[in-house]
């Protein structure tokens, strides 16, 4: 994991991890007037990919879940809660940046409202389901 993510300096020219980092950003910020106090102590974060445990094994997998564009975690002790982002597989199913942006956002919302325990039309009414 690289860890939460903040606003950083304009670069000359982003990586294309840094351009994903920027769109999940985004989809935060976009949360925020709406949630902001309730995500005032969540930490966003991106990984590459889930973590092997996470996904099937073997041919199991073709019939099994998808692979998975994000993961929540409630908060627990002093460790806030957590919303990692997976960028690999959001890349994978977007056509172009603006669909990636979008897919972004939707995972964005379906984790927070699993935090919340709201659903994603109560946390973004925007939020179409398309599957």
Known sequence: MRGPLAPSHVPIAKSRGE???DLVLDAVDRLKPRW?????TVEFAVEEVPPAADLGDGPGLLGGEPIPFGRSEPAAGKRPAVVVIYRRPLEARARDREQLGALVHDTVVEQVAGLLGLS???????YEDED
């Not at 994603?120 to 925007?126: F, I, L, S």
């Open 19 to 21: 351009r994903f980092d």
């Open 36 to 40: 902001g106090k309730q995500l005032a």
């Open 120 to 126: 994603p039309e109560t946390v973004d009414p925007g």
